[in-house]
């Protein structure tokens, strides 16, 4: 499947991408995941983008497309890839679109996560992250805790909260989010790929997308 995940920062985007990926292989792409880790590799790119993602605000749009103008060509898209936090900004949705064409890729639709405002609050301040890179495991401390407290289950390295999910900066998330990528739920629609989903649950997320592709 060539999914678009779209969603406010703490929608489910990640954790619904990962439950996707099992279904038939396609790659989960994340930026947000691709960028840090080139902040904690400190390449040039990270050092372009770390300020900012620590405010909170959006990596220019050229960096972005430079990311992915390269990943979305790599062999193992082929099969299918869910974008999961790209586009974020409709510059890079119009980027995209003509990326796309060009390498002649087709998108199944672009899925809109509608889920309240306390809900996001709540999940964002009690996420914590795998700090390997390579691993970027996703946990709660009310709801998914690692079993053992501040290590990750998958890979044993510390598990941390986001240097981007301290309350201030979330509020600025949020902010840019209303701002720069809510619009893109209307550029989808009149695109005719839209399917809005309001759903916490991410198993329900999943079997409404499962539903809609008819697998
Ligand atoms: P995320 O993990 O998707 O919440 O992304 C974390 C941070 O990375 C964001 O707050 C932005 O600073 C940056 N980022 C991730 N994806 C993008 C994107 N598509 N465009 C611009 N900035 C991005």
Redesign the pocket.
Known sequence: MKLILLGA?GAG??TVAKLLTAVDGSVQI???????GAVQAGTELGKK?DA??K???????D??MGI?EQRLQEPDCANGFLL??????IP?AEALKELLDRIGVKLDMAVNLDVPREVILDRLTTRRTCSNPECQAIYNVKSNPPKVEGVCDKCGSPVIQ?E?ETEEAISK?LE?YNEKTAPLAAYYEKEGLLMNVNATSSDVVVQTIKDKLGI
């Open positions: 920062p985007k990640g994340s930026t947000g995941d691709i960028l840090r983008a900012f993602m405010a909170g605000d959006l990596v220019p749009d960096l972005i992915m999961d936090g790209f586009p974020r900004t890079q986001r981007d998330r840019t």
